[in-house]
Nanobody, 124 residues
């Protein structure tokens, strides 16, 4: 069973930056397209970004384009999300999970083993 561990969240002021990390144990992340997703209170989970196994193709939600960058280091079995120019509306729990470039929301319908996520709060 795929299990992911997200870290790096925290409290940051508007305009600030954070870098999230996603790791896994027991399997190789390089085999999967991996994405970042987020869920704010009272809202549905939404796709933020998706990067294929080799890192050669990426997709971003319109709301984060130009501000967020997803990278992966397969040698470290880790995927990252660099978030710049953060806004209060970016406040959410962020999760990593397998993703697909074929769907607008990037969600894979065959995945349900969501991790604990990491809380990002953007507030002054």
């Amino acid at each position: 069973q795929l299990q992911f561990v997200e870290s790096g969240g925290g409290l940051v002021q508007p305009g600030g930056s954070l870098t999230l990390s996603c790791g896994a144990s027991g399997f190789t992340l390089a085999s999967y397209a991996l994405g970042w997703f987020r869920q704010a209170p009272g809202k549905e989970r939404e796709g933020v970004s998706c990067i294929i196994g080799s890192g050669g193709k990426l997709k971003y939600a319109d709301s984060v384009k130009g501000r967020f960058t997803t990278t992966r280091d397969n040698s470290k079995n880790t995927v990252y999300l660099r978030m710049n120019s953060l806004k209060p509306e970016d406040t959410a729990i962020y999760y990593c999970a397998p993703c697909t470039l074929q769907r607008a929301n990037m969600l894979r319908t065959d995945f349900a083993s969501w991790g604990q996520g990491t809380q990002v709060t953007v507030s002054s």
